[in-house]
């Protein structure tokens, strides 16, 4: 096979041999450096909300991590019940303001990355969702009790398969 000028080689094999092809070449190179996949979410800044009663929808990766429950949440471990609480990592960071009017929610929450949901038993199925992309809608409030393991948790009114990362 002769070389012609214009030609691409690759392996020794010419595989581009047309400007429409070297076009097409470029332009998937491009499309390849400039995102890793399809549906990529890309975040400038904090979502900023606020907590209940307004309804938010995140979306990130559903898990479950063990935490340390009564009777010393983690002071006693040996003693201390082992608590598996469901776990949203967001795909963008979330800050929360507080509640300046009221006496339940009024500290403000920078930036957190990872929210503990409160998943009510009437939604069946979700744990099937464990280590893919959801989205979940539902409100916010302050974590206020030793069963609260983020600083924030999310009262889930749905829960949905999200676009693929």
Known sequence: MEARRGDLFLNGRRVITTLSQVA????VVWLASSSSSFGAVTCDGAIQTEYEPVVIELQGTLDRQF????PGYGENPDRDQ???IP?????CPVSVSGNRD???NTEDVLRITGIQL???AKLKGWDALIGHS???RGTLSHAM???HYTAAVLAVSRIIAGSAK
């Open 24 to 27: 097409t070449f470029l332009f």
């Open 134 to 136: 959801v989205k979940v």
């Open 118 to 120: 409160n998943i009510p």
């Open 87 to 91: 776990i949203l990592w967001l795909d």
């Open 102 to 104: 009221g006496d339940l």
């Open 82 to 84: 082992r608590v598996l």
């Open 145 to 147: 009790t030793g069963h």
């Open 67 to 70: 935490r340390y429950g009564p």
